[in-house]
Every structure is written in C-alpha cells, then in structure tokens.
C-alpha cells in the first residue's frame, strides 16, 4: 500500500470542466511534487512544494494550478484542459526541503482522460 | 546528449537468469542516485538507492561509479514478478530535481 494517496483514481472530464486531483501524505514529509505521465515515457516534473511555498513550476500552463493548503495535502485544480493533458497524473513527496538528495515516494496517481 | 541515458530494451530473459541494466548521467554535480521500478498503469515504486560503494539488496545490487557517471543494476535469479520498467533516476545537481531516464523494459519468461 502506498503511503501517498491521491484521489480520484480515474478522471473524465470535458474541455470546460473544473476539477480538482487530491494528494495526502501523513509521512511528515516538507515536500511534495506533481508530475505528469504520458504512456512508455518517464514522469515529467510539474510543480515542487517546499514547506508549502510553490518553490518549482516548470513553465506549466496556467490551466493546472496547484495549491497545498497544509504540509500533508497538495491539490492540482484543473480548468480548460485539452486533450493533449490526458496523461497519469503522479504526486509524491520527500522528506527534506524539496532537494533531491533523499528519495521520493509516489501515490499511485490519477488516471486523466480529457473529451 | 539526454542527462540520463537508458537502454530502453526490452530485456527479454528467462526465470532464474542474471539480468544487468546500466545508466549514463551528464551532470557531474549530481549527487544522488536512486533505481525505481514501474509496472504497467502504476506507480514508480523505489527499488533502491545507489551509493557510492556500491549496495546490495537481496537479490539486487547496485553499483556507482562517479568517475565514468556510469550506474548499473544487477538482477540474479530472475522472477516473473520482476516483469516491470527499471528507471534510473539522478539528481539534477543545481536544478533542485530529480531527472528521470526513459526506463529499461525486462521481461523475465516462464
């Protein structure tokens, strides 16, 4: 079982659509990190959360839009998506301040599909 | 040049047969170093990190050498459930990240 969890597990959703992908740890861990997955390929680096300031973005469109409201909790909210954001969405979180020095522990991601 | 490079694969190898995966990194500042592997549709799980001396886990070891920026992954007696993609994966030195290489794919036969 992973100690990462995000929720939903699969998502469909129109190009007009709201919504928002949920991430949880309860490790006590200072940073967490969105990713996307698009199939055969590696995770991509979306945003890095260090002590709950966005300390990454890597030049994500402001269609996805990420907020942590506590050091245990990191949202991905979505809005005007297109097809081409259809990928596995990963979160995942580390121990330290958002350095790369001690592995990172993934939840096992939100599926998206996009109409 | 890809900051990490992978042999894609397939690896196709029977059960109980040795199985070894390298890894080239560019960024010479690089300092951390992990092996994650990823079955199909699911998460990237953590296999092991990789120090300087060299470790060993089981029937898994894995080595470093900093001189040549050269990582390997040894498999010994290969199960069935070893069936995944192993990605090597490297800290971006400066960059603050950690970089992904493209992932190995071996599938152990019955």
């Known amino acids: 079982d992973t100690e990462v969890t995000q929720t939903p597990k699969h998502l469909v959703m129109g190009m007009t659509n709201k919504k928002s992908l949920k991430c949880e740890q309860h490790m006590g861990h200072r940073a967490m990190y969105w990713y996307k997955q698009k199939a055969k390929k590696p995770p991509e680096l979306m945003f890095v959360y260090s002590y709950e300031k966005l300390s990454i973005n890597e030049s994500v469109p402001s269609r996805f839009s990420p907020e942590c409201p506590n050091s245990s909790l990191l949202n991905l909210h979505l809005h005007a998506l297109q097809p081409e954001d259809s990928a596995l969405y990963l979160c995942?979180?580390?121990?330290?301040?958002?350095?790369?020095?001690?592995?990172?522990?993934f939840g096992d991601g939100t599926r998206l599909s996009i109409l | 040049r890809k900051e990490v490079e992978q042999d894609p694969g397939p690896f196709n190898v029977p059960e109980g047969a040795t199985v070894a995966f390298n890894c080239t990194y560019s960024?010479?500042?690089?300092?951390?170093f992990f092996w994650y592997r990823q079955d199909c549709r699911k998460e990237p799980k953590l296999l092991m990190s990789?120090?300087?001396s060299g470790n060993e886990d089981g029937r898994f070891t894995a080595q470093l050498n900093r001189a040549s920026q050269y990582i390997s992954l040894l498999i010994r007696d290969s199960k069935l459930s070893d069936s995944a993609t192993y990605l090597c994966v490297v800290d971006g030195g400066a960059t603050n990240k950690l970089i992904f290489g493209t992932g190995t794919l071996l599938a152990v036969q019955p």
């Open positions: 990789v120090y300087s």
């Open positions: 960024n010479s500042a690089s300092q951390s």
């Open positions: 995942a979180s580390s121990q330290g301040p958002g350095g790369p020095r001690e592995p990172q522990h």
